[in-house]
Structures are given as C-alpha cells and as structure tokens.
C-alpha cells in the first residue's frame, strides 16, 4: 500500500524541511483533507540554491554527452520500475485516475529516454575558409535554468523539464506546484539515483511570485522555463525581460475542435468525449470549443452529452474511475461561474454544469451549446470539464472560430477530405494541429504554442536545442 511521503525541498542534494520555515498544506483534493506539510523556501535556501546550480551548470557542462545520456536512461528505467508507487502518489496529490498517472510516468521515462539521444546528436558544423584559417559554429548548454512546473501533469512537466536541461547540459532549479510537490520529488530521486550529480538539478518550493522574483533577479539564471496560465507567464516574461532571462513559455489554450459532416461520427465521439474528461478538463490542449458543422450538431451535441453523462466520477484511485476530482478547490469554483455566467447568456446545459457532493472537488463532465460568444468561457480558459459546442454553416466561419481567440496551443479537425484537412493545416494558427486524431504530443515531436499560448518548444529535438545557445568561433 503506497503511503504518501513526508516533504522536504532538495538543496545540493540536502533534504532541507523545518527550521521554523514556512508551510503549504497538500490536500487530498477527494477529501480536502491535509495530506502533509511542505516546507517553504526563505531567501537564504534560494541564495543557497543559486550557488549551487552554478557550480553544477560548471561540472555538468563538460560533463560528455554520452555519460548525460547514460543517467537519463538509467532514470528513465527507474522511473518505470517505481510507476505504480509514482502513479498512486501522483494521483493521491492531484486526483486524476490512476490509469493516467501510469501513462504520465511513461511519458516521463520517454522523454528522458528521448532526450538522451538527442543530446548525442548536437552536431556543430565548420565553415569553409581560406587555407589555414578555420570557423566553426557550435551549441553550448546556456547556463542555469530556473523551471516553474504546474499541478496538472505533476510527474510529466517536471520530467520534461528536468529531461530536457539534464540533457543539454544545464543545471537546473525546478519549482514545481505547491500543490503537488511528492510527483516533481519522485522524479528528481531517479535522476539522483541514475547517478546525477547532486549540484545539477535541485527542487525548491515556495510562496510562488518571491521565488519567481527571487531567480529571476539573479544573474546566475540564463533560462526560464514556464508551464502555467498566460496571465502568469506574462508577468513571468516581463521579470525575465530585466536581466534577458531567455524563456520557453508553455501557457493556456482554447482548444478548437472543427467537427465536418463527413467525418466518421462514431470515432470524433470515441476520441472527443475521454479527450474532454481527461484529467478533468484541466489539460493545457484538452479539446474545448467545439465548432461543428450545422447538419450534424445535433448528432454531435447529443452524442457527446450521453458519453460525458455517462462518466464515472470518483476517487482516481479507484481502477474503475473514469474522471477524478479537480485538483484544487479553485476549479469547481470557476467551473460554477462558467456554467452561471453562460446560462444567463441564453447557453444550453445538455448534461451536467453542477458540483457533485460536497466533499473534495468534483464537478460534473458537462455539455453546454449553442452559446453565445460573448460569454466568458468562449474566451477564457475554462480548464475544466467543460464541453463547448456550437454550429456553424461553412467551413470559412468554422475557420475565422478556430481563429477568433488570440490563443493558439492545439486544434483539433475531423474530416475525410484530404483538400479540406490540408486547408485547416495551413489555416488554424496553433502550434500543434491534430487531423482525426487528438495525439498531438510525443517524445520526438515538439510541444509548443503561438501567440498567446506561449513560445519556445519543449519535447523533440527541439526541447534540447531549447536549452542550449550557439556559438561562432573564428580562427585566423
Ligand atoms: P495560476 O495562474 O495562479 O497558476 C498557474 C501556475 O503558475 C501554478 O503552477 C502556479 O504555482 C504558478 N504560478 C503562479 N504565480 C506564479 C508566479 N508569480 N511565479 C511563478 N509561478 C507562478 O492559476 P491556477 O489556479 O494554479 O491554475 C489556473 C489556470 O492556470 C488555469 O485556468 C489554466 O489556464 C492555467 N494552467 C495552465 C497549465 C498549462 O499546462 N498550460 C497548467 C496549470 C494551470
């Protein structure tokens, strides 16, 4: 039976914990109740950290590649050999259902294990001179990064951070969630245990804006790498623009779902409806404003109000739980206002749009439609189990829809015409376009956003590259 651990952070390689600092309570967000203390950063433990991500960024930056590689395997192995206690810890600290923490650990491993050969793979080149004389470009790690990981994928955004600076030869200073503190240290521990050197990544928690403040202010950071809300990731870029902090900034969504009538009806429902309820909507690409072509909204409508009421909600620990409870008490709460301010609009609930029970933070999978477009959540975030569904009459206006948000993270498209489908792949301005198919991310494939959603990639060889700068050097 897997125990919730005691929390502590991680300062070059001390479990630092006590010391009259301050505390976060982690809840059960099933229960709501505490499932233990996390202490705090004070300035002195962020100094202390920045030191020593320096002195690590010094070791781990001739570190050769291949030995970098060789732990992040080793790390990946072990985090495969721990997902079961990873995944019931992860799902104790953020809700979701266990089959899901499972698959966040494997993704975890891949992105390591991905990103392992790709830091074997980061060729220079040489530029052709006159005899005698030489010139060549290469990528060098770009120093110490300080990474700020959301609660949503408690294992999987740490993990891509970590993966990503480990292998290109940074050191690394991750806060992770309050909220969700024992995934990001479970992962830290099989990198440790796959032999990193302690210096090289460090876990620091905190009241989330003096911590931000605090790195960011510190010439030893060279790259910010931030996974959270626009609103936030602003405010973050405006703080890293003081000492030109590079940034890689993963932030919200809208997703459009563009849904033709010649498409195959039975499997946009098989996909959009699980894809909707995933992690309880609280997904950066979940799939969100439906916009349908008219002749078939009602089948779509009805068809996605069925699967989503027919969810089982419950406990994530529960093997038989389809969708588990919001994270944390502010999403059913937002969820509520939603669905409140949408009916007042004149929007149709065709499933769900209620709290469950009233205990933890469960909210019902829900259907609203033929909302009009100035009600807030057509053009805000609901990250939530929301399922927006309008109708459209040509593919023009499902188009300018996909296009009316200045959001662009995943879009989504079902159709069988080829003609069509490339149309949208040139026409939808997001970063990550799913064409029948809402698989949209992969180890080897970039994850990125545009415009509001973010820049900068993580995943891919582009994550690595993402941690690195280049140099040209001239010799006469
Ligand atoms: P929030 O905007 O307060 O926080 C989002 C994340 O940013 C959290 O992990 C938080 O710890 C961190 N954060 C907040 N202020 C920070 C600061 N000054 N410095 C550094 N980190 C900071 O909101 P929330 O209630 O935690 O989440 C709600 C919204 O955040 C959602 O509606 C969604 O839009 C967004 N979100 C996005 C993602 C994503 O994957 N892109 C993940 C989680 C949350």
């Known amino acids: 039976m897997t125990q919730?651990?005691?929390?502590?952070?991680?300062?070059?390689?001390?479990?630092?914990?006590?010391?009259?600092?301050?505390t976060f309570d982690v809840v059960n967000p099933v229960t709501g109740e505490?499932?233990?203390?996390?202490?705090?950063?004070?300035?002195?433990?962020?100094?202390?950290?920045?030191?020593?991500?320096?002195?690590?960024?010094?070791?781990?930056?001739?570190?050769?590649?291949?030995?970098?590689?060789?732990v992040l395997h080793k790390a990946a192995a072990l985090i495969r050999e721990r997902a079961d206690d990873l995944a019931r810890v992860a799902t104790m600290e953020e809700g979701k259902p266990v089959g899901e923490t499972r698959m966040e650990c494997m993704a975890s491993a891949g992105?390591?294990?991905?990103?392992?050969?790709?830091?074997q793979r980061i060729y220079g080149r040489e530029l052709v001179r006159p005899v005698g004389q030489r010139s060549t470009v290469r990528w060098e790690p770009v120093g110490p990064i300080a990474a700020f990981a959301p609660w949503n994928f408690p294992l999987g955004n740490p993990s891509r951070k970590l993966g990503a600076a480990v292998a290109a030869g940074c050191s690394i200073i991750l806060k992770s969630a309050e909220e969700t503190p024992a995934s990001a240290l479970g992962i830290l521990q099989c990198l440790y245990d796959a032999g990193l050197p302690k210096e090289v990544a460090q876990a620091v928690f905190g009241v989330p804006d003096e911590v931000s403040r605090h790195l960011l202010g510190s010439p030893i950071i060279k790259k910010l790498s931030f996974t959270g809300s626009t609103v936030v990731g602003k405010h973050l870029a405006k703080l890293a623009a003081d000492n030109m902090i590079r940034t890689t900034m993963e932030l919200g969504g809208h997703?459009?779902?563009?849904?033709?009538?010649?498409?195959?009806?039975?499997?946009?429902?098989?996909?959009?409806?699980?894809?909707?309820?995933?992690?309880?909507?609280?997904?950066?690409v979940s799939p969100t404003r439906f916009i349908v072509q008219e002749n078939v909204f009602g089948k779509f409508r009805d068809g996605m109000a069925e699967r989503l009421g027919a969810t089982k909600v419950g406990d994530g620990l529960d093997p038989e739980t389809q969708m588990g409870p919001m994270a944390?008490?502010?999403r059913p709460d937002a969820m509520e206002k939603f669905v409140a301010n949408?009916?007042?609009?004149?929007?149709?609930?065709?499933?769900?749009?209620?709290?469950?029970?009233?205990?933890?933070?469960?909210?019902?999978?829900?259907?609203?439609?033929?909302?009009?477009?100035?009600?807030?959540?057509?053009n805000e975030e609901p990250f939530g189990p929301l399922a927006l569904i309008n109708p459209y009459a040509s593919e023009?206006?499902?188009?300018?829809?996909?296009?009316?948000?200045?959001?662009?993270?995943?879009?989504?498209?079902?159709?069988?015409?080829?003609?069509?489908?490339?149309?949208l792949a040139d026409e939808v301005q997001v970063g990550m376009m799913g064409l029948n198919t809402h698989m949209i991310a992969g180890p080897d494939a970039p994850f990125q956003g545009v415009q509001w959603s973010g820049h900068g990639s993580e995943d891919g060889p582009e994550g690595v590259k993402a941690c690195m700068v280049v140099k040209a050097i001239h010799e006469a």
């Open 4 to 22: 919730y651990p005691s929390l502590h952070m991680v300062i070059d390689g001390e479990r630092v914990s006590g010391g009259g600092r301050r």
């Open 255 to 284: 997703g459009p779902v563009l849904v033709f009538d010649d498409a195959d009806m039975e499997k946009v429902l098989a996909t959009a409806a699980p894809g909707k309820t995933r992690n309880a909507g609280q997904v950066c």
């Open 34 to 70: 505490t499932l233990a203390e996390l202490p705090l950063a004070d300035p002195a433990d962020l100094d202390r950290a920045l030191e020593v991500a320096q002195r690590g960024y010094k070791i781990w930056r001739y570190t050769p590649a291949a030995q970098r590689a060789a």
């Open 396 to 423: 023009e206006q499902m188009i300018a829809e996909a296009n009316r948000l200045p959001y662009g993270l995943a879009g989504y498209a079902w159709t069988n015409d080829v003609q069509r489908q490339r149309r």
């Open 342 to 378: 949408a009916k007042s609009k004149g929007a149709k609930v065709n499933t769900g749009g209620e709290r469950i029970g009233n205990q933890g933070y469960f909210f019902q999978p829900t259907v609203l439609s033929e909302i009009p477009l100035d009600a807030e959540v057509m």
């Open 328 to 330: 944390n008490p502010r």
């Open 111 to 119: 992105w390591f294990d991905f990103a392992a050969g790709e830091c």
